[in-house]
């Protein structure tokens, strides 16, 4: 029966250990942590994660779970409703999940997603039991082909014991090729990562072990779930502007050509925006060496201003999807798909000279950035790769809207009520209203800088006044401390940061 | 008259150039960027900065400093008081200037010392104009050879279009051969930085310029500053205790062997003795691949336990350094100094896995950092190279006492004032009360083990109750946020964080 699979499971002694997705889970126990593949809601494990939960409504069962970030097809919010996961980790951006997480009951580690598998190398975290990896195919010698994303499912399926591989028959076996699994040594073996350009090839095409670890083989069709980002409107549209003004500068100034340097860009919706708005730039022969690739990448390709991208996965939109993963070997000479480790690695981001784009959540006058915790205290998503990228990169840019719920949240606070990016790591802070170049600047400069370039009335004489009170004071970084976070509480208390 | 400099002035045409302090000042002119040697008090530029503020008595002058780090001889107080200093960066430690950076009379920008020269190589920063190194020698071609530092001597010399020598006949020609010069290329040509042990040397003995471009010399005759360190203490020692049953119990469990891995330690009195106590220890061949080395390096060499030592720059106590400096041919084979770029490389340190110990102003219960910022408004010194290390490190810890001013300050508080270093990147939080694992754990999790294992009472059952009232407002990260800073309010207004 199983002849069919000849092309998705090359050898042939595997074959037999196709099996349902039930059966699969039956080899994950109660206090397991367990490896899933998944990165920005591509690639992910779909069917052997969902039996998971329904034998969790029949007995005691609970998991560390760790991905590479976060999760489609309502994974997260299944296990989370059926109590499977004890802790999780390194990222996740689903409702439910999130909600757990906020009342205390799911443990979240908030993870570097460079550092997750560096930490289970070291074994310096608990180890992965069993790993559940999405493919394309097994190939003659056991090695698993991922699908739309590497993530940690490289690292995943070498350091498990126990291997379950879900061969999705809706990702095209075209993908082969795009993958380059590259995992560096255990250390004092540990070499440089030899990458020199984003388009260097540095590993293999499928991730190699050995194949009496595959317990399991289960066969899908289930799609990975679209992404979920907006169209630009005319305040992303300024922030792309803005950006595109800032980098023509600094061509005319000499510090760039106009090729500019690698790029990476944050998941999500002001990133693709500003992404997008390099279109209609004066900018020729692009590269990215970023985390994940969203439409904006397929549309600078087929706009003629990409050269190369490389990432750890692809996140489209329904329509995009179709078009690219319908087409894929139009793009795939100019794609790479990456280990998250590599796609993220400080050695490479370093060398590379990496401009890196990423979302904040929250700024402050000095250049702090949150992009994780909504008023100090309720995680939103997790910190993922932006830390990464922004402490080791050329140019660490951070771009949100002046302001949030109709004008109740400003984006520029007196002080973040949470630090993911300190500002000792942000250079450029951009808003729809305009952008701040906080390079080679003392505090009370980068201040003034910020409020004026970035924030619009009411908050810009606000921000004003709070900066006049804290001068009384003194210091490198002049505070009110009583009043950092006076904002921040007034909307808890009233709905609206405005006094 | 210059035959007596033949062994210090190798090149002929070079000794015409000998000149005095105030001569060789004069190429420095108002408004300029100037580039001085000069790491953690070792190896500065030590006459021509003290000729300068002697002009400014007469002249308007002000410039742009750019140091390695910290100096010593006053020159950082002189000049402050000269009214030279408009901008200062990376680090500074001196009192003087510490009181106008926080009066906002300096602009400081507090850099990682790791990105200092990577920003001036970029243009991305004003660039230097002229450069004053401290040297032992000039070669044969003109090559500089540095004193007791590297920091960022080698590429102020090389991006700078002037340079100014101060040949110091107090040091030692027996240093010749201990320095390790290794310049990143420019992007797109930069290499894998190829050091794949602490003991790797890599580049040149000198720093290799046109010599046209020397264009004084002077000769000194002054001291380093010897370090300020003061001697381990029972708080101190139980530190150190702390972390050396701490590494027993991860070698243990396999995580390490009994070499563990290469160590950097801080600058200061509590690094120093954190180092100490691996006299003692079952732990041996050490290595540490660090940013200064102190008194404790040479004591572990002396004790048997480390077989290299890597660094920037060299800082001992008076009595330690006669010792040492009087007989550096013992040491010299064990011993590199590098460019701070590369001694503080995430590249390096992610790949050989550093052991990274630094000391912490204040700790929160969440494992948030404060490094630099008094009541989170007043500068102490700067991040330093703690940023470079604990990002990118196999191990970050952060070491402090649990209270200072005689009790009145709990150095673990609700919310740091300040955040160099987040939860996302800080491992190990110790004290002399005892050591907090964080790794692996959730927030609340971080804070129970925190709050119990490192903190003594009254703050320990003050920080409970801060933590009882912010779990009602629930949260991944509880917090009350009127009262986050209500300690350091009260220690300003009352000298006192006790209620």
Chains 1, 2 share one sequence.
């Not at 593949?37 to 560390?64: N, W, Y």
């Not at 919010?77 to 409702?95: C, I, M, W, Y």
Request: with cysteine; charged share 25%; net charge negative.
């Amino acid at each position: 029966m199983h002849d069919q699979y000849q092309d998705r499971i090359r050898m042939p002694l595997l074959r037999e250990r196709v099996t349902s997705a039930a059966s699969a889970a039956e080899s994950i126990c109660d206090g397991m942590t367990v490896g899933m593949s998944g990165f920005t809601r591509a690639g992910d494990a779909k069917v052997v994660p969902l039996a998971l939960a329904e034998r969790a409504r029949r007995e005691p069962l609970k998991i560390t779970l760790i991905t590479g970030a976060s999760l489609g097809n309502d994974v997260d919010k299944t296990l989370t409703e059926a109590g499977v996961l004890a802790r999780r980790l390194p990222f996740q951006s689903d409702p439910v999940l999130r909600a757990a997480i906020n009342r205390g009951e799911v443990m979240f580690i908030d993870q570097h997603l460079s550092e997750t598998v560096e930490m289970l190398r070291t074994r310096q975290i608990a180890p992965i039991d069993i790993a559940i990896i999405e493919a394309i195919a097994i190939t003659e010698t056991g090695a698993i082909i991922p699908t739309t994303s590497v993530g940690n499912s490289a690292s995943f399926a070498i350091l498990a014991d126990k291997v379950i591989v879900e061969i999705n028959l809706t990702q095209a076996l075209a993908l082969e090729g795009l993958h380059d699994i590259f995992i560096p040594k255990h250390r004092p073996q540990r070499e440089p990562i030899p990458i020199m350009s984003p388009s260097d090839r540095v590993g293999t095409t499928a991730i190699e072990i050995a194949p009496e670890k595959i317990v399991a083989i289960v066969i899908t069709e289930k799609l990975d779930s679209s992404s979920t980002i907006l169209p630009a409107d005319a305040d992303t549209a300024a922030i792309a502007a803005h950006l595109v003004e800032f980098f023509k500068h600094e061509v005319e100034l000499g510090r760039l050509t106009e090729r500019l340097m690698p790029m990476q860009a944050g998941i999500g919706t002001i990133a693709n925006a500003v992404m997008e708005g390099f279109i209609d730039s004066p900018f020729e022969h692009l590269s990215m060496y970023s985390e994940v690739l969203q439409d904006s990448t397929f549309d600078l390709f087929d706009a003629g201003k990409l050269d190369f991208a490389s990432g750890s996965s692809i996140t489209l939109s329904e329509a995009k999807g179709k078009q690219v993963f319908g087409d894929i070997a139009r793009y795939k000479d100019r794609l790479v798909l990456r280990p998250q480790e590599v796609s993220n690695h400080p050695e490479v981001i370093r060398r590379l000279g990496i401009i890196a784009i990423n979302t904040a959540l929250e700024a402050d006058i000095y250049g702090n950035v949150n992009s994780t915790h909504v008023l100090g205290t309720h995680m939103m998503n997790g910190i993922g790769g932006s830390g990464d990228f922004a402490r080791n990169a050329y140019l660490a840019v951070f771009a949100t809207k002046s302001i949030a719920k109709g004008g109740k949240i400003s984006s520029i606070v007196p002080m973040v009520s949470h630090v993911d990016h300190n500002e000792h790591d942000v250079d450029i802070i951009v808003t729809e209203v305009g952008l701040a170049d906080l390079r080679g600047l003392a505090p009370r400069e980068r201040a003034q800088l910020i409020v004026e370039r970035c924030v619009a009335e009411p908050y810009r004489q606000m921000l004003r006044d709070y900066m006049a009170e804290a001068n009384h004071g003194g210091g490198h970084t002049p505070h009110v401390l009583e009043k950092a976070f006076a904002w921040h509480v007034r909307y808890r208390d009233t709905g609206s940061m405005l006094s």
